[in-house]
């Protein structure tokens, strides 16, 4: 990809100007894939950077909407949940990085703009369905690709912290029942919904416990059907209720 | 209280270029006190206009140090628990904030400044001991005090939707076992932690299945000793055990 150009007509200190300043957007996208958790990440061109899918908010967009377009552009997807997780408003967290973004693009921007000093960033997360995504690199990265949550490559910045926040965030959630719908078909085994749990969370659990706790902390129903196919006994199917989601 | 004055040697326009523009902290201090939550609300000097608690942000702050700035500032308290709960990011939730602030002051600002824009507010709350509170107005203020949550004077702007998600916030967090231990005696009834669970989720539990469920939940260390004094039976008292702060 090439160097980053500004919107025809503009300038990139005129771009900068359309959003609103020291503010930023960090997206984690997680992926549920293959009994793993994976992560949407993306390499800055011309050098081994690896960072979150981010932005900044337009004066003329709320700060959800700038996070949707943030989490469509890189994904394809629209309407998938995106949850505000934190807000990053350390000090230092990031003050170089407009700096070196910009040299590595040579954009010509005054050395007192504000992309050069403080930016709070407004964490969001999503968990979405890794088959449905078409990973689009912005303008100012070559690559854009699922990484394995547990064996990623180094993340600038805080970028590493955002995304431990954001887990502990998708783990809590997790606790209400019809979580993760929208990343099981309509209806699916016991260990269908196992093995999502323990991708989320991080561990493994006894079949027999999961069931039961999965089975006593309702919003699920039991259907009276089984999947066909495959060696072992036909497992029985379930569905979230109408209820849960 | 006097009209507004910036800090000597500075104009109005000059000490609003010391905080990042377009950005400012909403506090929602809970208050609990004679089983009743309440809520520390300013009112406008020269208006009958009632605000949240808040402040800009100092380029030199992280937004903690910035919302602890306002609690400490309204209330005289230093190391209480706050807690980010939630973004407000919409277009026109306060443009016309700033613009009537400044009026009413007599402020001398230019008309294109940030501060009659667009503002995002990071919403914190804290649950605080009433009776540890020193209420204080600030510079635009006349006076600073506590209202029932339940019947508080309407409040401008998005600050009545800031509190509802608060309140929000707060009842979810009240499912640790602990939460709240800050308000409650080192050792307290089964009666007095009914108290604070009733304020605090706005509603009444029965009395033996609420002693059942706070049982079962664990956390709750049971002290062979009885509170003395008082009409009744003397109430057998609890402490929160060492691990559950």
């Keep these: 990809m090439d160097r980053y150009q500004p919107p025809p007509g503009l300038s990139v200190a005129d771009w900068l100007d359309t959003f609103v300043p020291h503010l930023s957007i960090d997206c984690v996208i997680f992926g549920f894939h293959q009994s793993d958790l994976k992560l949407l990440l993306l390499k800055w061109s011309g050098a081994s950077v690896w960072v979150l899918p981010g932005g900044f908010v337009r004066h003329a967009d709320s700060v959800d909407a700038a996070a949707r377009r943030v989490l469509q552009a890189r994904t394809g997807l629209r309407s998938v949940h995106l949850c505000p997780f934190h807000v990053f408003g350390e000090l230092d967290r990031r003050e170089a990085f407009g700096r070196r973004l910009f040299q590595i693009h040579g954009a010509d921007v005054p050395r007192n703009h504000w992309v050069f000093r403080r930016v709070v960033s407004l964490g969001y997360y999503a968990l979405v369905d890794f088959e449905k995504v078409t990973p689009t690199p912005d303008a100012w990265s ?7 949550l547990d064996a990623h490559p180094p993340l600038a910045f805080d970028h590493e912290r955002i995304v431990s926040r954001a887990h502990e965030s998708l783990r809590a959630a997790f606790d209400q029942p019809g979580t993760g719908a929208n990343l099981l078909p309509e209806r699916f085994t016991m260990r269908d919904l196992q093995r999502l ?17 999965m089975v006593e902390r309702g919003g699920l129903e039991c259907l009276d059907e089984r999947r066909r196919g495959g060696a072992h006994r036909a497992p029985r199917l379930y569905r979230f209720s109408q209820t849960a989601s």
Tied chains: 1, 2.
């Design 142 to 148: 070559d690559s854009c690709v699922w990484c394995p």
């Design 197 to 213: 749990h323990e991708a989320i969370l991080g561990r493994r659990f006894d079949r027999r416990n999961f069931q039961k706790r």
